[in-house]
């Protein structure tokens, strides 16, 4: 048990939790939401009761496996679709998606599980995956209660009122709004450097709204405005002893550019450059990833006390960087923003590169909500008096209003997503036939939505239905043979349900199959350069083409968007190479993607694989097939449960 002083807001929080309260927590990043989770979880263990902790990426869910591990030996296990490590056990670390599959098919599963433990609960609001979070909370067995932790709820009352109309269970709200260590902002702007918010506008160097000058940057082409420059940031945060640093950059190739640029500088001196040049040697001979070229690239930056981290690095070269930064040997990393989320890596400094990103269909200014997300990294407990925050500012990019507004402004509420995908309204279908009409009722999307919405999200499950219906997925209001496939086949339903349904999939050998599952699951980056494919990968191209004409085209003709995911054949020669047993290290010659995508998207393909392997609508050749193709893929660096294993 930890034995030193709670803040006033942990002490409630766990205080109603004992009292069989379901608690919402909202409090800044840092202030210490996880050592609520931690009672919570001994309370259980206490009780002979069991915990089901999720979180919304696998990094984080890895994380949390190794350090509850070390905290609860024997007593924790994990399950996110490429690992599945003790799942019996008392402690049960799932991703969110996980979490809502099983308790659609197998609530069974949950009768010892008395508390789950959603971690980034505002994740809900997320475009992509939110919808994931609200059908998990509505689905929720009711003998089970919730700890939903977020350092970015500013609608909790309206979020609270929504749990307590569609659960039985009293839910208390905790709200603490102190960071422990309070931030300072910084502003290097023109190549100077502002030590207050109120210093920059008095300057006159950012116009007041470029919204209202919709010609200023085309009329500012050759203002002379200085560029922010690395060198000079730096020198400064080293003179104002503000290091270690996280700096924020939204592209990969940005945060390998930035580190090649900051190698002008040594941090470390003789005995802490020979320490982590040691440590680095036995990580990555203990990851067998000496021949990565990121490894390559990576070690005389960390000789000096550099580093970056994004999602194109190997997994398991990742976990290296984020063990070198814990101790504190790293003096600068520069990393995309998937290290700040739930990641414990705090800093004494936050350098935002730019105060804009892609946000999946359109490029915009940070939310107040993601830039405190990160922010809240710098300062760290019990070390620091306060933590710095410094933010590039280009003129040119930004204007006053827009900055003061992500940084003064309120946090956006969280906004339901709510778009329910074919298996999980197929499985719903499963349950409760024609009354899958009555849970929309109990959505966060029709507790927010004016009239006119609630119509539109209904109108839409009916075209999906019609659809599932059209297409045969149900048949005399049941699921026929080939839905039982496509409702363990989450996101990819229709494709593999039609592939199956024309014998296509049974037909296919097993390095066919691996290269269709990775091309199915394969998602293309902006502006990505097409492979050349060989005549055996443009043959199958064909064939496949028109099952996805078809799907799209019924699609289109009930009016329901997002399309179907389409194949995109970028991973076809890497993944027939890896299949007849290349190292890993010779893909980069056939293949544009990122190392680190390469295994993601692997992964995934063995998911969808088990996925399809769970069905009884199989035959035992496939199955056997799937077993096989399996056994020659999930090998060396694509084997997540040999990586987490290992130990650090």
Known sequence: MNTFKLDAFQEEAIEYARKNHSVIVSAPTGAGKTLIAEYVIQDCMRNNKGVIYTAPIKALSNQKFRDFSRKYPECVGILTGDVSINREAPILIMTTEIFRNAILVEPKEFENREWVIFDEIHYLDDIERGTVWEEAIILLPSHMKMLALSATISNIDEFVEWLNKIHTFPIKAIVETQRPVPLHFFFQCNNQFFTHFKKLKKSGVLRKNLRKHRDFAAKNVYTPFKPNRLYTLIEYLENKNALPCLCFSFSRRRCEELAREASYFAFLGPQEKKQIVELFDQLVRKFDIASSPHTSFLFPLIKKGIAYHHAGLLPSLKEIIEQLFTTGLIKLIFTTETFALGINMPARTVVFDALSKFYGRYHGYLKT??????????????????????????????????LEDIIYGEYEPIRSQLNSCYATILNLYKIMGEKIYDIYPRTFSFHQAKIWQKKETLDLLKRKLTLLEDLHYITGHALSWKADLASKVYSFELPIGELFENGYLENLDEENLFITIAA??????????????SKRVKRLKRDLNPFMRDIHREERKQRIYPLSKKFYFHLSEASRMWFEGIHFSRLNKVSYVDEGEIVRYFRMGIQVMREIYSSQTISKDLKNKIINCIKRINRDVVD????????I
Do not use: N, T, W
């Open 520 to 533: 199915l699951v394969y998602e293309p980056r902006k502006g990505e350069k097409k492979p050349r494919l």
């Open 369 to 402: 909500r993601d830039f405190y997300q990160m922010a809240g990294r710098a300062g760290r407990r019990g070390i620091d008096k306060e933590g710095y925050v410094f933010s590039k500012i280009a003129p040119q990019a930004i204007d006053l209003l827009s």
């Open 640 to 647: 997540a449960e040999k990586q987490l294993r290992q130990e």
